[in-house]
């Protein structure tokens, strides 16, 4: 079996969708430090095609900014991903830890990553006649991290296809759950704070007059 670094780890999972998951487990090459430096990539690519791409390929982006909305899509995301799919995975006898599942799925979103950033450069440089080109990079990219999630999902919990497919069915179903419940709890967070903020400053008025 291949000895490799860990740069040479991300590069092989990329580049060997269907086989090189399977090398990484057998390895245990994977490192959760490349973990934190892929979703921080993921997190600026999302800024970067927002804020910064070509006006002919995205409209004018709003004079406000907020990092809010990029995290919520980057590490939120992520991190439901994750539990779900550890939560999901486990009760059909998953072989994968919360882990290396965070480490093989970060992995995966390394084409989409490099191709939103390619697009960003491209949308300076093409004109929007050519935007075929733009669209093929992004749907290379996102079909290409899809077959890499997969293969994912099947090598760290050692399922068949059939039973990965389920897989990551119910992992975007139990998405939906976790990130509906962190919605409602930020949501019922505030609604407390508010109400001990305005306690506070009608305590604090009482107080002074």
């Not at 949308?123 to 079909?143: K, M, P, R, T, W």
């Not at 497919?165 to 704070?193: C, D, E, R």
């Amino acid at each position: 079996m291949m000895d490799l670094t860990q740069p040479q780890w991300v590069r092989h999972t990329v580049l060997h969708p269907f086989e090189g998951f399977e090398d990484l487990r057998w390895k245990k090459g994977g490192t959760l430090k490349y973990t934190v430096i892929i979703i921080a990539a993921l997190f600026l690519a999302l800024i970067a095609d927002d804020r910064w791409c070509g006006f002919q390929f995205r409209p004018l982006p709003d004079a406000l900014f907020s990092v809010v909305p990029y995290l919520m899509r980057s590490v939120m995301y992520f991190l439901a991903w994750v539990v779900g799919n550890w939560a999901v995975c486990t009760l059909l006898d998953g072989e994968g830890t919360m882990k290396n599942i965070c480490i093989y799925s970060s992995y995966a979103l390394i084409p989409y990553i490099v191709s939103t950033f390619i697009n960003v450069i491209l949308s300076h440089i093409l004109v929007q006649e050519e935007g075929v080109f733009f669209a093929a990079v992004y749907y290379i990219g996102l079909i290409w991290s899809g077959v890499l999630l997969f293969s994912a999902v099947k090598a760290v919990h050692q399922y068949s296809i059939t039973k990965t497919i389920a897989a990551v069915l119910l992992t975007l179903f139990a998405m939906l759950v976790i990130l509906f419940l962190a919605v409602l709890f930020l949501s019922l967070f505030q609604k407390v704070y508010v109400f001990c903020y305005s306690l506070y400053t009608e305590i604090l008025y009482r107080v002074r007059v």
